[in-house]
């Protein structure tokens, strides 16, 4: 193995925690619903994905989210809140996180190497991630297992690399 | 404290209040709407359900300074909407009601519904009211209801 594959895996299982971390995996479900929590319990009352991944008329996601966070009620929001398309699933229909080897395939289908450098850096609900707000009983969401930056810097890393997958 | 200026139901109104304050609290306390109802606070009922930019919206989870310029539209309106009369008709038809608590959020979500969805099916009224609960348990009159306002509407 090349040293610059071995840099490049490693920069990939950066992203791939952050991927499966709470804040991004709950919204790339496998399931009809979203998620929530670090437990990643499912979305009370009843949300559903909806056929443009928005919820449904009468029970979209902008019907609590708005935004931005709302700390004073707990309901978090950002521009645009949506669940990601299933075909941007990174778990399986047990709730499990899928392989590292099979979202490093899907993140390579679905965007090339500027969009998805695009994604990390600036979407809305990307950034979200590491400014999740307040939990209803006025806790601090917890954050991805790395800095917004540091995450910008692997996927910059894997793409100079090539975008190897394990 | 800070100054609001809202339009509810196509009227301007202006409220003073704490900007976290909850949309269901400046209806209901500051400006004494209270067809709209305190559920559960959670989001979890949709008995606070209101227009807020069109759009079905829990009042107990907005703060009133993320509202913008966005309507609102309440209960109180429906009365003055041609799918809201209809619907309100139908649930006098089908005497829908128990208690009536929920009522005002059920039917807030209907008419979202209905203005989108002209023929809903029975999956669309269980995904769409999905949120909507009621403790009297009348959603079989509820899907009935809406079934016969489509009907008028189509």
Known sequence: ?166 | MKAFHLRVNGERKSVTVDPSTPLLWVLREELHMTGTKYGCGIGACGACAVHLGGLATRSCLVPVSLIGDRDVVTIEAMSHDAVGRIVQNAWVDKDVVQCGYCQSGQIMSVVALLKSNRAPSDTNIEESLGGNLCRCGTYVRIREAVKSAATKLA
């Open chain 1, 1 to 166: 193995m090349f040293l610059a594959d071995a840099d490049g895996l490693a920069a990939w299982q950066k992203i791939y925690s952050v991927l499966t971390s709470p804040r991004c995996i709950n919204c790339h479900t496998a399931t009809n619903y979203p998620q929530q929590g670090d437990d990643r319990h499912r979305h009370f009352a009843n949300v559903i994905r909806g056929p443009q991944d928005k919820g449904v008329v009468a029970l979209n996601c902008a019907t609590c989210h708005q935004s931005t966070n709302a700390d004073s009620t707990g309901v978090p929001g950002a521009h645009g809140w949506h669940l990601a398309p299933l075909s941007m699933k990174w778990q399986d229909l047990n709730d499990r996180p899928l392989p590292s080897s099979e979202v490093c395939r899907s993140v390579k289908s679905q965007l090339d190497g500027p969009h998805l450098l695009k994604h990390h850096e600036g979407e809305a609900l990307v950034l979200w991630s590491w400014s999740p707000g307040r939990r209803p009983d006025g806790t601090m969401r917890t954050l991805p297992p790395m800095t917004h930056p540091e995450f910008v810097e692997a996927t910059r890393q894997w793409l100079k690399a090539g975008r190897p997958c394990p």
